[in-house]
C-alpha cells in the first residue's frame, strides 16, 4: 500500500504528460491525474492512522531492490514508514490531491492543462520520494527531483519573460543550498561510513566529540555536518539569505504556489531537520544556528509582508515567516511542534493561496491590491474562506479553550521557545511574538484591501466578478475544515499527552533539551501573549485600512524610509545583483569575449581558418591567367634549378 502512495502520482504524471492526447487529451489528463492522487491521498490516511496510532510494530521499512553496491558505499532504494512519514504523507498528499482538483476549474482556459497536470502529478511524486526515503542518497534525489518539478512548475507560462527569470532564480538559489547539503551527505559517509538513516543514527553518539580535517583546520565533526544539512534545508525553505526565490515563484500559477509554498516543497527543510534530530540534538551549536535563523526569517519576511501590494506576494512572505517558526521550533529541541505547526499551517495556508486564485479568477487576473476593493458581496463564500485562513494564521484562539489550527500549533512554539530557559530561545520568542503582531497586520490588510472599501477596479472588471465554480470552491472548503479542527484534533497526540507514544522513535530529544515540556507549564502571561500580540494587528489594520487606502498612504509617506525599506524587501535583490549578478555577467562576459573569442577562437578553429584563408589568398594572386606570367615563372624556375646543381651537385 505504501509504494502505490509514492508510485500513483509517477503514473499518473506519465501517462498524462505522454498519453494524454492519444486517450482523450484534457479530460483524460484530468481524470488520471486527480483520480491516482486522491487514491494515495486515501491511502495516506489510512496509513497516517495504522502507524500513528498503532502502537510498538507499526513502523516498517520497503525495500525495493539493491540501489548501489560499491565498495563500503552500499544501500537500498527503501521506503521508510514510521510516525514522521506518515505525517508528510498526508500532508503531501491531501493538499496536492485537493490543488489537482482545484487546477481543474482554474487551468480550464489554458492550452497546455495536460502538461500542467503531469508537473503537479511529477511533483507530488518526487515529494512523496523524498519524506519516504532510507538513507541521504534517495532523500538527495527527492530533493532535487522537486527542485526540477518546481522549475517547471514555476516557468510553466514560459512564454512570460518573467516566468523564466523566476524558475530560473529559484533553481540557481536552491543549488546553493544543495551544495551544502550534498556535502553534508558526503560528510556524514565519511564520519558514520554510511548513508542510510539507521546506521547513522545508531553511530552518532559514539561520534560525538570527534572531529574532522578541512582546509588545515579541525571542526567538530556533529556540527559541521549539521551545518551543512542545515545549508540544504535554508534554501529550499526559503530562509533569511536564501530566501529571493519564493516570493518570484509567484510567476507560477496560482495552484503551483499552493501547492509548492504551502504543504510541499518549502516544508522539506523543516522535515529534513527533524529528521535528523538523532545528529542535530548533539550540537548544541547547530541548534543555536537553527533557532537564529528561523527567528531572524520569521521576523524579516513579516516586515516585508507588511507593504507588499500583490496579492499572492503578501502569502508568499507569510510562507517565509511561517517556516521561520517551525525552523526555531526545531532549534530549540522542540521538532514536535515545529512538525505540529507544519501540518495545520498545510491546510490553512493552502487555504489562502486557493482562495487567492478564487480572488484573481473573478478580478480577470488582477492581483494588485490596490486595484482591488468592494467585492466582498460578489464572492461571499470564498470571502468567508478568506477570513477562515486569516484567523488560522494570526492565531486566533482562547487559550486552554478553543482556537483556529494556526493558533494551537503557533502557541506552543513560542511557549517552547520560551521554555528554553536561554537567551536564544528568548531571542525566539520575543521575534515570534512581534512577527504574530505583524502576521495579524498584514492578514487583515489583505482581507480589507480586496474586499472591503470602495471598488478600484474599472468597470469592465467590476462586470465580469462572479464567484468560483465548485470544482474550485469545494476544495476550499475541505481545506477550511482542516483550519478550523486540525489544531484541536492533534495537539493531544503531537505535542501533548501523547506524544511520547505518537512520535515514539522518529524524532529524538535528549533529557537535557526540555524547552517542550516546560512549555506545558509556561505562565498564563506567556500562553496570552500571542493572542494579545495578534488582537493588536488586527486592531491597528483595522485603524489604518478600515475606510480604504487613504489613512495607509499618508502611513507610507510619514515612515518613508522605513516604509520604502520594506517596500523593496530590505534590498536584498538589489544587494545580490551588486555583489554576484552584476560580477558574474562581467566574468561571463570576459570570458566569452576575451578568453573564448579572442584566445580560444583566436588559435584555435578561428585562427586555423583565417590562416588558411590568407594563404590560399596569397597563393591565387600567383594564377593571373596571362601565358608569359607562367613562362617567365618556368624560366626562374630553370635558373634556380640549375644554380642548385652547380653549387651542391658535386
Known sequence: ??????????????????????????????????????????????????????????????????????????????????????????????????????????????????????????????????????????????????????????????????????????????????????????????????????????????????????????????????????MGAMGKSAQLGLHTWLPDAMEGPTPVSALIHAATMVTAGVFLVCRMSPIFEYSDTALTVVTFVGASTAFFAATVGLTQNDIKRVIAYSTCSQLGYMFFAAGVSAYPAAMFHLTTHAFFKALLFLGAGSVIHAMSDEQDMRKMGGIAKHIKFTYAMMWIGSLSLAGIGIPGVAGFAGFHSKDVILESAWGAHSGIGNYAFWLGLVAAFMTAFYSWRLLLMTFHGPARADEKTMAHIHESPPVMTVPLAILAVGAVIAGVALAPWFTGHHMADFWRDSILILEEHKALENAHHAPMWVKIAPLVFGLAGIAVAYWVYGRGLERGRAAGQFLGPFYQFSLNKWYFDELYDFLFVRPAFRIGKLFWKKGDGRVIDGFGPDGVASTAGRAAKAISLLQTGYVYHYAFAMLIGVVLLVSFYLLFGH
Open 1 to 230: 500500500m505504501e509504494a502505490a502512495i509514492v508510485f500513483l502520482p509517477l503514473a499518473a504524471a506519465i501517462l498524462a504528460g505522454f498519453f494524454s492526447r492519444f486517450l482523450g487529451g484534457d479530460r483524460f489528463a484530468n481524470l488520471v491525474t486527480c483520480s491516482f492522487v486522491v487514491l494515495a491521498a486515501v491511502l495516506s490516511w489510512i496509513t497516517f492512522f495504522r502507524v500513528g496510532f498503532g502502537g510498538e510494530g507499526a513502523e516498517h521499512t520497503i525495500r525495493l531492490f539493491r540501489w548501489v553496491a560499491s565498495g563500503d558505499f552500499v544501500f537500498d532504494w527503501a521506503l521508510r514508514i514510521d510516525t514522521l512519514t506518515a505525517v508528510m504523507l498526508i500532508v503531501v498528499t491531501t493538499v496536492s490531491a485537493l490543488v489537482h482538483v482545484y487546477s481543474i476549474g482554474y487551468m480550464s482556459h489554458d492550452p497546455a492543462k495536460p502538461r500542467f497536470m503531469a508537473y503537479l502529478s511529477l511533483f507530488t511524486f518526487m515529494m512523496l520520494m523524498l519524506v519516504t526515503a532510507d538513507n541521504l542518497v534517495q532523500m538527495f534525489f527527492g530533493w532535487e527531483g522537486v527542485g526540477l518539478a518546481s522549475y517547471l512548475l514555476i516557468g510553466f507560462w514560459y512564454h512570460k519573460p518573467s516566468a523564466n527569470a523566476a524558475a530560473m532564480k529559484a533553481f540557481l538559489v536552491n543549488r546553493v543550498g544543495d551544495f551544502g547539503y550534498g556535502l553534508g551527505i558526503f560528510g556524514c559517509f565519511v564520519v558514520f561510513g554510511s548513508v542510510e538513516l539507521d546506521q547513522i543514527f545508531a553511530a552518532v553518539p559514539d561520534a560525538a566529540g570527534t572531529t574532522i580535517s578541512f582546509l588545515g583546520g579541525e571542526f567538530d565533526a556533529i556540527t559541521a555536518i549539521c551545518l551543512l544539512l542545515f
